[in-house]
T-cell receptor, first 113, second 116 residues
Framework: EDQVTQSPEALRLQEGESSSLNCSYT??????LFWYRQDPGKGPEFLFT???AGEEKEKERLKATLTKKESFLHITAPKPEDSATYLC??????????????FGKGTKLSVIP | KAGVTQTPRYLIKTRGQQVTLSCSPI?????VSWYQQTPGQGLQFLFE???????NKGNFPGRFSGRQFSNSRSEMNVSTLELGDSALYLC???????????????FGPGTRLLVL
């Protein structure tokens, strides 16, 4: 069973058209929810870390939010340079001693000029 | 601060050969994790090292191994390469200071391995 699920798999937006990406997780006792951006052929670039339900973080046109069951990455007035694959990740279980991340399959965002 | 560096960036090998990839973490970071990324499976955890000890291991065969040195630099080795080992291998570092919450991991640019 996937513990981190992202939707949609792909999203095409017109420049300036705001939208949201979803990341749902099944791990109880979440110890962190992470968002990364990945450009083709490159390593994931860190965006946000969220630890508590209700927490929000913003960076330029991006805002990440967290509830008890899911996280959203809101993109406001996107530009073509926001085109990338956005990855969500969480530790696979709640107990201390897990130093790994389980990643969702990602949402490939394309912003059309 | 310099980011995570990985060498080499690209590798071409043939089936049956072995390969060693290297990772230098962010200065001061003591935890190094390795991931394999393929189009079909996405990002999958290989193993994590801290203070030269493997703390976590993912569900990969024993052909995949790693180690960490006293300066926190890490290497991973894949023996008897198979075509399916073609992938982007990513290294990530984190402070390793511990605690109940998961630390943010910072990724390197990856090593692209092609097995022919």
């Amino acid at each position: 069973e996937d513990q981190v699920t992202q939707s949609p798999e792909a999203l095409r937006l017109q420049e300036g058209e705001s939208s949201s990406l979803n990341c749902s997780y099944t791990v109880s006792g979440l110890r962190g929810l992470f968002w990364y951006r990945q450009d083709p052929g490159k390593g994931p670039e860190f965006l946000f870390t969220l630890y508590s339900a209700g927490e929000e973080k913003e960076k330029e046109r991006l805002k990440a939010t967290l509830t008890k069951k899911e996280s959203f990455l809101h993109i406001t007035a996107p530009k073509p340079e926001d085109s990338a694959t956005y990855l969500c990740a969480a530790p696979p279980y709640s107990g201390a001693g897990s130093y790994q991340l389980t990643f969702g399959k990602g949402t490939k965002l394309s912003v059309i000029p | 601060k310099a980011g995570v560096t990985q060498t080499p960036r690209y590798l071409i090998k043939t089936r049956g050969q072995q390969v060693t990839l290297s990772c230098s973490p962010i200065s001061g970071h003591r935890s190094v994790s390795w991931y394999q990324q393929t189009p079909g499976q996405g990002l999958q955890f290989l193993f994590e090292y801290f203070s030269e000890t493997q703390r976590n291991k993912g569900n990969f065969p024993g052909r995949f191994s790693g180690r960490q040195f006293s300066n926190s630099r890490s290497e991973m080795n894949v023996s008897t390469l198979e075509l399916g080992d073609s992938a982007l291998y990513l290294c990530a570092s984190s402070p390793g200071t511990g605690g109940a919450l998961q630390e943010t991991q910072y990724f390197g640019p990856g090593t692209r391995l092609l097995v022919l």
